[in-house]
């Protein structure tokens, strides 16, 4: 079945570090990829998003391409910033099915 | 900004009780989903609807969980008897179709405690 692997977390960083969080996919077809942010006791809001191989998703800083050689889609942000702590999840979905999470990467930004 | 509404937020209950959990999708979205986020874990998926009709319920615990989309619109999940195990966030999600927009919108969540 499907399946999304994340990063282990939890990372830690000082304000305006570069950011990774890798995240890679098993899935028949063409999935849709997504990264997801959860900020403490809140819902998911969609932070991007790719629907095809080569697509890259941006989004407040962030941004990552869907990357089918290599199953990946690999968040990345130039310069973090304190608000930006929170947890991340990478997901893929596809035709509108469920969406399958990873298991999600707790990010905190330090002043 | 159209929202996905959950209530209640919180919800602390006893094992054997009963609870209910309601979602308001955003209007016109007819897909709708119910997840459920164990601590530390992503979410996974309880339920889909597609309009008033269910078309994955594959992970729901039918012995225990039932949900319920009667008009197509709004959306509520039961609980019944609740265990120690169910505590988690229930969240729910809307997206406008299947198939054509996978954008699924997140509601707040409603945490549950089970004691």
């Known amino acids: 079945g499907d399946s999304v692997t994340q990063m282990e977390g939890p990372v830690t960083l000082s304000e305006e570090a570069f950011l990774t969080i890798n995240c890679t996919y098993t899935?028949?077809?063409?999935?849709?990829l997504f990264w997801y942010v959860q900020y403490p006791g809140e819902g998911l809001q969609l932070l991007l998003k790719a629907t095809k191989a080569d697509d890259k998703g941006s989004n407040k800083g962030f941004e990552a391409t869907y990357r089918k050689e290599t199953t990946s889609f690999h968040l990345e942000k130039g310069s973090v910033q304190v608000s930006d702590s929170a947890v991340y999840f990478c997901?893929?979905?596809?035709?509108?099915?469920?969406?399958?999470f990873g298991e999600g990467t707790q990010l905190t930004v330090n002043p | 900004e159209a929202e996905v509404a959950q209530s209640p937020r919180y919800k602390i209950t006893e094992k054997s009780q009963a609870v209910a959990f309601w979602c308001d999708p955003i209007s016109g979205h007819a897909t709708l989903y119910w997840y459920r986020q164990i601590l530390g874990q992503g979410p996974e998926l309880l339920v889909q609807f597609q309009d008033e009709s269910v078309v994955d319920d594959s992970q729901l615990p039918k012995d225990r969980f039932s949900a319920e989309r009667l008009k197509g619109v709004d959306s509520t999940l039961k609980i019944q008897p609740a265990e120690l195990g169910d505590s988690a966030m229930y969240l729910c999600a809307s997206s406008p179709r299947k198939g054509l927009e996978e954008t699924q919108y997140f509601g707040p969540g409603t945490r549950l405690l089970v004691l």
């Open positions: 899935a028949t077809g063409y999935p849709s």
């Open positions: 997901a893929l979905s596809r035709s509108g099915s469920r969406l399958t």
